[in-house]
């Protein structure tokens, strides 16, 4: 017997430009696996006109030929891909609905890797399984497990704990993600890897995560990922911004030319109907006709169109589950909601369910109805629509039953039996709910933030304690707003809400909806209501949480600055907490409440001994974000930089980028743009990774502010005006008054005068809705350069009399610094060159770029006075500073200048900035250090291959040819 079919199960493959002969099972124990034929291309033939496959049934004794529609250009891509190893390896998203033919795709790939020496690592995402930590990842790991003794300590240790090898502490996902990174960069040095990675949406979150992050990581490293996943789905994958394969439907033709193989004995108007349900996936056009046999007069009562298409599988697959005898629905019951695959285990408790023993001969029917396979001592779905079809076929009462059967044989493992006997009852239970609650450290010990959540939810759903049982709760919406689930977020925070709730319950609930919300045009009403609320808590005992509510008012302040009366609100609560004196969230809290009327308090603060004794991660955060809030950058920097180092040792990318923004800013006051834009690269691309939007503008913004000052208009204004409207919308004052300094350094760097005073003006006028306390002190030096080139000095002087008096308020080290340089270019002919005498004499040794600017200002000013000599030296250091820090615009300004003193300017090699990509810099950076290339990877979390790649290109962009060679190439600031 002969017939030909759209290909839709696993496969060996056999075929010109790809495997010779390749065989896995389909569908069958046996070791006469089926294979594929590809007929047509090879060497020279370009892509062939059609992929033709053959398979032989060996159980029934048939021959099927299948032919693949529609798939040649995504083969050869696939191809492509796979030949490229071991060369560079990359990344591949398959994107389709149910059914049209990822996963066939997919075992193409793992059998052309395989033909080509390649080494092929696969899992399988369950949506039924997607809340138990990190099981896809352990399944794909299994075959390099052996590596796991060359990790360093801290990455093994991680990946230890999340498989449950050791005990340890809660692993972040992040660094489970570099260890894996590691190992499988390690494997790859033996043979390239294909990371084959099928319903990848279904995998649990924090395989999701590692392996994300390992994609975007590997594209110089010999691994390929290829990732299938349904279309639609959000998370990692669907953000990778990789190449993707997009899997539409067949053509109107060829679904007729299937389809009439598949129900040739059906009427043409029962085809049509097909038709038009199928919409050309081939999965529905060969499931279909067989539904619509077996239940013909309800398909006929069906209303067309009415369940999506997906359903329509899912009830095909119900439908033929249902025709099973007892014992094989009781087995595929059990295997439905069991969370693993392991054969003996689904059979005694299927026995258990049926009451009676089952032996393997129960698999059976399931097995010759394509709903089940065996491999090994494994039971697998033949699709995962499978599972989830058994499970909305069957009453509630079996489903309840399938889990307490599974409870019961799992009696030696109480981690995974609390987690099926809560889901086997029907009411409250608050001793299986306590077991919920303990087993929530354990998915936390081994990164199952995701199931944390879950536990904690189905925990309050058992509890009949209303108080504790909104508490729980809460706690479940903690977990699940660190996972970026905004709806789960809300919907949990109005399940609490109606519990009933402690005072500090709520208190924490007032705090929880605040976290997804900074900012906003409500703010000058919201941020009492959060100070009463934390002086509550504050009155009932907790004094963390009063802390956490009135850092969230405080932030309210800063990005929305919501007026005085608001900010002064929030200090008078802080200062009333008694014990937080040396409480550095204290300190943060005033900074950023009131950066100038607290700002003596707090730079005095810093300025003691208190501040050194600091050394965990959260008390140099805090204490950095009040040095950035006040306008201390030299300190700011230091603080950050120490809690970087640790952020980036635990792998705690959300936090990490946060440190990393408030750094920008005052690299670029401390000279050191290099840093400045690595930091902006890489803090842009952690918090797209994993922080709020509200930071990711922040970036780009800042990154806005980088591009302007080196003169790059038009990406400076793009940047500007594409975190404008955001800032627009929610009235944040203070990107807004970035998006100003960005404009206004862009235009002044470029000598456009005029506009760039336009802009910036609005930064201090308290009447204008860019105007920000704090963020000005950031803009002097760029307002009053544009004031004296376009002939606004009297206005400018009136500006410069108001930040005088600012000035005796606040000793910020920004605004001090910034306010010598404009003294003395807005200074009246008689006083200037005393002011330009008395900014010099100041230590500006960590203020390059105002010393500089002050040089080249007061180096003009000499020489169009005739004083040519003097001016000379000046100009000389103005020119080499602004050189090094990638200054262009105002290095060529020196340049022009030392010209018209009489003195040609030396040529110089290309900055390092000018020649090297940001990314670039920051390994060239640590090279100097002395780190080898692994060390490199493990701050960088990348590969040691792909640091070595990178320093590659570095060199001979520098024109030099070692690592001894790079320092006097790099930034020496």
């Known amino acids: 017997m002969q017939r030909e079919v759209p290909l839709h199960g696993w496969y060996g493959v056999r075929g010109a430009g790809l495997p010779a002969a390749v065989g896995f099972r389909a569908g069958c124990d046996s070791q006469d696996a089926p294979f594929l034929r590809l007929e047509g291309g090879g060497a020279g033939a370009g892509s062939p006109s059609r992929a033709r496959y053959e398979t032989e049934d060996s159980v029934g004794g048939s021959v099927v030929t299948t032919q693949l529609h529609g798939r040649d250009d995504e083969l050869c891509t696939l191809r492509e891909m796979i030949g490229r190893l071991p060369g560079t390896g990359g990344v591949l998203t398959v994107l389709g609905e149910p059914g049209i033919g990822k996963t066939t795709l997919l075992r193409a790939a793992v059998a052309a890797a395989e033909e080509s020496g390649a080494v092929a690592l696969e899992t399988t995402g369950v949506e039924a399984e997607a809340r138990v930590p990190f099981a896809g990842l352990h399944q794909l790991l299994r075959p390099v497990m052996a590596g796991v003794g060359r990790l360093p300590a801290p990455q093994r240790t991680a990946l230890q704990s999340a498989f449950?090898?050791?005990?340890?502490?809660?692993?972040?996902?992040?660094?489970?993600?570099?260890?894996?990174?590691?190992?499988?960069a390690e494997a790859a040095e033996d043979a390239p890897l294909l990371l084959a990675l099928d319903d990848a949406q279904w995998l649990d979150a924090p395989t999701q995560e590692a392996l994300a992050f390992?994609?975007?990581?590997?594209?110089r490293d010999p691994i390929l990922v290829v990732a299938v996943l349904h279309k639609g789905h959000a998370g990692p994958f669907a953000s990778l911004g990789a190449a993707d394969l997009d899997l539409a439907g067949l053509d109107d033709s060829t679904a007729r030319h299937v389809l009439a193989q598949e129900a040739g004995d059906l009427s043409l108007p029962v085809r049509e109907r097909i038709l038009r349900e199928a919409r050309g996936n081939p999965l529905a056009l060969v499931e279909l006709p067989v539904a619509w046999r077996d239940q013909r007069e309800a398909a006929q009562q069906a209303t067309p169109g009415f369940l999506p298409l997906t359903a329509r599988l899912e009830r095909a697959f119900a439908g033929r589950a249902a025709e099973l005898p007892a014992d094989s629905r009781d087995v595929l019951l059990v295997a439905a909601v069991d969370h693993a695959d392991d054969l003996s285990e689904i059979l005694a408790a299927a026995s258990v369910l049926a009451g009676r023993t089952l032996t393997v001969e129960a698999l059976d029917a399931a097995v010759a109805a394509r709903l089940l396979r065996v491999e090994g001592l494994r039971l697998l779905f033949h699709h995962p629509l499978v599972r989830s079809a058994v499970q909305m076929s069957e009453t509630l009462t079996r489903r309840l039953s399938a889990n307490a059967a599974l409870a019961e044989v799992l009696a030696d493992e109480p981690y995974r039996r609390t987690w099926h006997l809560a889901q086997s009852i029907i009411g409250p239970d608050d001793d299986i709910a306590d077991e919920l609650v303990a087993n929530r450290a354990i998915s936390l010990r081994r990164g199952g933030t995701a199931?944390?959540?879950?536990?904690?939810?189905?925990?309050?759903?058992?509890?009949?304690?209303?108080?504790?049982?909104?508490?729980?709760?809460?706690?479940a919406c903690e977990h699940a707003f660190g996972l970026g689930r905004a709806d789960q977020v809300e919907r949990l925070l109005r399940a609490a809400e109606r519990s009933g709730l402690t005072m500090l319950d709520r208190a924490r609930l007032e705090w929880l909806r605040e976290l997804s919300d900074n900012g906003g045009p409500d703010d000058a009403l919201r941020v009492p209501q959060l100070c009463e609320t934390a002086r509550e808590s504050a009155d009932e005992g907790d004094v963390q949480l009063a802390l956490r509510l009135l850092l969230s008012a405080a932030l309210r302040?800063?990005?929305?600055?919501?007026?005085?009366?608001?900010?002064?609100?929030?200090?008078?609560?802080v200062e009333s907490l008694e014990g937080t004196e040396?409480?550095?969230?204290?300190?943060?809290?005033?900074?950023?409440?009131?950066?100038?009327?607290?700002?003596?308090?707090?730079?005095?603060?810093?300025?003691?001994?208190?501040s050194a004794a600091y050394a965990d991660v959260e008390g140099l955060r805090m204490l950095g974000m009040a040095a950035h809030a006040i306008g201390d950058p030299v300190r700011a920097v230091g603080l950050l930089s120490r809690a970087e180092l640790t952020l980036?040792?635990?792998?705690?990318?959300?936090?990490?980028?946060?440190?990393?923004?408030?750094?920008?800013?005052?690299?670029?006051?401390?000279?050191?743009?290099?840093?400045?834009?690595?930091?902006?690269?890489?803090?842009?691309?952690?918090?797209?990774?994993s922080a709020r939007a509200i930071w990711s503008n922040a970036a780009l913004v800042l990154e806005a502010v980088i591009r302007g000052l080196r003169g790059e208009v038009d990406e400076a204004l793009g940047l500007a005006a594409s975190v404008a409207t955001t800032a627009h919308r929610g009235r944040l004052v203070h990107l807004l008054a970035c998006?100003?300094?960005?404009?206004?350094?862009?235009?002044?760097?470029?000598g456009r005068h005029a506009m760039a005073y336009d802009e910036l003006c609005s930064l201090f006028d308290p009447d204008s809705p860019n105007y920000h306390q704090r963020a000005n002190f950031d803009g002097v030096l760029l307002f009053a350069e544009a004031a004296v080139h376009s002939g606004h000095e009297e206005q400018a002087r009136g500006v410069l009399a108001d930040l005088e008096k600012v000035a005796l308020v606040t000793p910020s080290p920004l605004l001090h610094t910034h306010l010598l340089y404009a003294r003395a270019v807005l200074a009246e002919e008689q006083d200037a060159e005393h002011l330009f005498r008395t900014a010099l004499a100041e230590d500006l040794s960590r203020w390059p770029l105002v010393r500089s600017k002050l040089e080249l200002a007061y180096g003009t000013w000499l020489r169009r006075r005739r004083r040519v000599a003097e001016s000379r030296t000046l100009l000389r250091s103005a020119r080499a500073t602004l050189e090094l820090i990638g200054a262009t615009g105002w290095a060529e300004q020196a340049r022009a200048e030392l010209r018209a003193a009489g003195e040609r300017a030396l040529s110089v090699a290309p900055a390092a900035h000018a020649v090297l990509s940001p990314h670039e810099l920051q390994i060239a950076r640590l090279a100097t250090q002395g780190l080898s290339n692994r060390e490199i990877g493990e701050r960088l979390y990348l590969s040691p291959r792909t640091v070595g790649w990178h320093l590659y290109r570095i060199f001979p962009k520098l024109d030099i040819t070692s690592r001894a060679q790079l320092a006097s190439r790099l930034n020496p600031f």
Not at 460 to 474: F, I, V, W
Not at 658 to 685: K, P
């Open 582 to 610: 040396n409480d550095p969230r204290r300190l943060a809290i005033l900074a950023v409440a009131e950066p100038v009327l607290r700002g003596r308090a707090v730079h005095d603060w810093l300025s003691g001994t208190a």
């Open 739 to 750: 998006v100003q300094l960005a404009k206004g350094a862009a235009f002044v760097a470029t």
């Open 164 to 184: 449950g090898v050791v005990d340890g502490p809660v692993p972040e996902v992040s660094m489970v993600a570099f260890a894996v990174l590691n190992l499988l």
């Open 214 to 219: 390992v994609a975007r990581r590997v594209s």
């Open 557 to 573: 302040c800063w990005w929305a600055d919501a007026g005085p009366d608001a900010r002064a609100v929030v200090v008078s609560a």
């Open 451 to 475: 199931m944390a959540a879950w536990e904690l939810e189905r925990s309050a759903q058992l509890t009949s304690d209303h108080a504790k049982r909104g508490r729980r709760l809460l706690l």
């Open 648 to 689: 980036r040792e635990q792998g705690r990318l959300g936090l990490l980028s946060h440190t990393l923004i408030l750094q920008i800013g005052h690299l670029l006051c401390t000279g050191d743009w290099e840093r400045a834009a690595t930091v902006s690269e890489e803090a842009h691309r952690t918090a797209g990774e």
